[in-house]
């Protein structure tokens, strides 16, 4: 704003003493011409030739008006107005041209006014005349001039405020990466989705690890080709950082973002070189750090002329600062994760080999190995055994979860499975708890044909889901399993009458860790885990999981599969 | 099968579980011989040269799965049949497993069936 001012003004100011330039060569009239025009307000310059005029008007700062006198022998009127044309400075000068008779003045007019002949006066002169035309013009061309510079700062804002909207779009699209891309390298997408959303041609992300810095990951517009460049790219690694460039050093010691033209960075410099060839002529540089430690630069580059406004840097800036804030999450959350992986290894081996020697040591004693039990003893060898393989169950689940969490899928040993001999296998297991609490099961088996599954998998959900209704019921109670066909799947509908799940929770019970408020109430044992991988291993069938309860009055738990047959017929038309 | 009698190596890190699978093998009549880390049992491995091989997978100095590569890059051993013990059978453990070269895997806990018929199944197919 200031300087539009300023500019403005030096315009403005130099008005007031109006530059002409008469071209007129040697003549009767050059000398009246001069006298006439010579004023306070007016400053002349008199030249003899178009070749003259050149050079004249290389000196002169944005001539007003100039006039060229036709009515001089030897005049060439085209050499002229080329030579004021020419000229950077008098590019928009009005050209006033003398001439000897009006008609003739026309057409030169008519010919001349592509080069800027703008208005004509035809001998006699009359002085009054001539100087109105020559106070006119001079207005015309301040107020072009001032037009001209107006023009150009729109034109700039304009441009700026693209820019700006396009920061903050990249921004935008950093931000919906971030959130979308729960996998990959923060600043790899990062890159890609700036160098996109500015619409610049290259991204790069650079590493910085033990202070070297490495290319991790570079993005080009695909159809824009820099070869040298991308090979540069692909050769730097960590233990072979390559050479960034200055340009991203610069960023990566200052800390704050850098710009600069390709141009004024070392030509030397292979990188610089390989940009240039490649035709870009602007790079900004942006530092990434986490807890003040750089973890990396964030490179574009472009081939537009035009160097990135403030304002595109500061979104930049803002930008980078995100990029570390989610950088630093995503760390914390490594390290979780690398921490709980540890503790789940720990867990699965340093547990599960104990417990082998336990249940296999057992498992001696009951077949009888060593000699007979007395009923008592036996009673007791089958309460440690009963307990161990719950703990054993136990240790099972959380590294079924640890493994399905930290993996993200849940591996199946797929055979064609038998429901009905699942359910019965379920019933079996669950009848020594129930008949505990004398609460009966009864299933209702009917013929559904077989599901693609882990029969394991599959048996582990059945067992859980009866042992919970079991383990939820009222003494005395009755619960049922029912295993029929429904448009194509097998479902298993496991039915209890007793304390039922309260309304508001059972939105939760899927989550890991979830138990019902009745459950803790009643002290029912459990880790809250059961749910959550029933969940688990009915999705990675390809089947669902549904609960429909009431409090006080019993629980439903529905799990459909699809079934093997409906896969083949709907696998081809 | 041949009259002579046959040899299983056995090696585990832990004294109860190699004492459980080398009492459950003798009980079937095959003649153990025991090594306590990975290490040792690439040594007794080379010198018996037993007809099957129980390798727990987590040992220290030489895990079941460098003990296996190493047996299958020899020609003394590479034709010894391989079954590891492991506590944890993620897909990718059970892959790594077959990729050096085991014959068959056991997961802990194991029942004495488990042991008895892997054994069977990977001694009969040699």
């Known amino acids: 704003m200031d300087e539009t001012t300023r500019v403005l003004s030096t315009r403005t100011g130099s008005a007031s003493q109006v530059r002409v330039v008469i071209v007129g060569g040697v003549s009767a009239t050059f000398c009246q011409l001069t006298a ?25 700062a944005d001539p007003a008006v100039v006039v060229v006198d036709l009515r001089a022998p030897g005049m060439d009127a085209l050499e002229v107005l080329q030579a004021v044309r020419a000229d950077e400075g008098s590019r928009m000068t009005p050209v006033l041209l003398l001439v000897d008779d009006v008609h003739g003045g026309e057409k030169w007019l008519t010919e001349l006014s592509d080069l800027g002949a703008v208005d004509v006066v035809a001998a006699p002169v009359d002085d009054e005349v001539l100087c109105a035309k020559v106070a006119l013009l001079a207005d015309l061309a301040d107020k072009t001039r001032q037009l001209a510079v107006l023009t150009d700062r729109l034109h700039d804002a304009d441009e700026r405020s693209e820019q700006h909207r396009k920061a903050l779009v990249a921004q935008q699209s950093v931000m919906l990466a971030l959130a979308d891309g729960g996998s990959g ?88 070189r390989a940009a240039l060839d490649a035709g870009l002529s602007h790079g900004l540089a942006l530092p990434i750090a986490v807890d ?88 007791d060898l089958g309460v440690i055994d009963r307990n161990a393989r719950r703990l054993f169950r136990l240790v099972d689940d959380l590294v079924f979860v640890a493994q399905a969490e930290g993996g993200g899928t849940v591996s ?9 001999a699942v359910v019965a296998e379920a019933v079996d297991a669950a009848q020594t708890a129930a008949e505990a609490h004398d609460i009966g099961i009864v299933a209702r088996v009917e ?87 029933t969940k688990m291993i009915a999705e990675a069938h390809g089947g669902s999981i549904a609960m429909r309860s009431v409090e006080a009055s019993g629980s439903t738990f529905t799990l459909a599969l699809p079934l093997e047959a409906r896969a083949i017929s709907e696998g081809s038309p | 099968m041949d009259s002579r009698v046959t040899t299983v190596l056995v090696a585990d890190d832990d004294d109860d579980v190699l004492a459980l699978v080398v009492r459950r093998l003798e009980r079937d009549g095959y003649e153990v011989i025991t090594a306590r880390d990975g290490a040792e049992a690439l040594r007794l491995a080379r010198e018996n040269l037993p007809d099957l091989a129980v390798l727990d997978v987590m040992m220290p100095h030489l895990t079941g799965y460098e ?6 890059q020899e020609t003394a051993t590479e034709r010894i049949p391989v079954i590891l013990l492991t506590a944890r059978v993620q897909e990718e453990d059970v892959k790594r497993g077959f990729s050096v070269g085991a014959d068959d895997y056991i997961k802990k806990p194991f029942s004495p069936q488990e042991l008895r018929s892997r054994v069977q199944a990977v001694l009969g197919r040699r």
Not at chain 1, 330 to 350: G, P, Q, Y
Not at chain 1, 412 to 420: R, T
């Open chain 1, 36 to 60: 006439v025009l010579a004023s306070p307000s007016r400053r002349v310059a008199t030249v003899a030739s178009g070749q003259e005029a050149r050079d004249t008007l290389a000196g002169e």
């Open chain 1, 185 to 272: 390298d923060v600043l790899s997408i990062v890159a890609q989705s700036l160098a996109r959303g500015l619409g610049w041609q290259v991204g790069v992300c650079w590493r910085v690890t033990d202070e070297q810095i490495w290319c991790s990951e570079s993005w080009l517009e695909p159809s824009f080709s820099a070869p040298t460049l991308e090979r540069l790219h692909s050769e730097s690694r960590p233990g072979n950082p390559g050479n960034p460039g200055g340009l991203v050093q610069r960023a990566a010691s200052s800390g704050v973002p850098e710009w600069a033209p390709m141009s004024e960075l070392d030509h030397d410099d292979p990188y610089v």
């Open chain 1, 292 to 379: 003040s430690t750089l973890v990396g630069v964030i490179e574009l580059l472009r081939t537009s002329r035009r160097p990135p406004d403030l304002q595109t840097v500061t979104t930049l800036g803002a930008v980078a600062a995100l990029v570390a804030h989610f950088a630093r999450a995503r760390r914390t959350e490594d390290e979780t994760e690398m921490l709980k992986n540890e503790f789940f290894a720990l867990v699965s081996h340093e547990m599960l080999t104990p417990l082998t020697s336990i249940l296999g040591y057992l498992e001696d004693l009951l077949e009888g190995a060593s000699g007979e039990f007395n009923a008592d003893q036996e009673q």
């Open chain 2, 67 to 72: 003990v296996t590569r190493h047996l299958r």
């Open chain 1, 447 to 533: 013929p559904v044909g077989t599901v693609r599954g882990d029969v394991r998998r599959l048996g582990q959900v059945v067992d859980h889901l009866l042992s919970n209704a079991v383990k939820f019921s009222h003494d005395g109670g009755r619960v049922e399993v029912v295993l029929r066909r429904q448009d194509g799947d097998a479902v298993i509908e496991v039915v209890d009458e007793g304390f039922g799940i309260p309304l508001a929770e059972q939105a939760a019970m899927y989550e890991r860790f979830s138990r019902s408020s009745i459950a803790s109430d009643r002290e029912i044992p459990g880790i809250g885990l059961g749910l959550s991988i």
């Open chain 1, 412 to 420: 199946l040993n797929l055979a064609s499975v038998d429901l009905s």
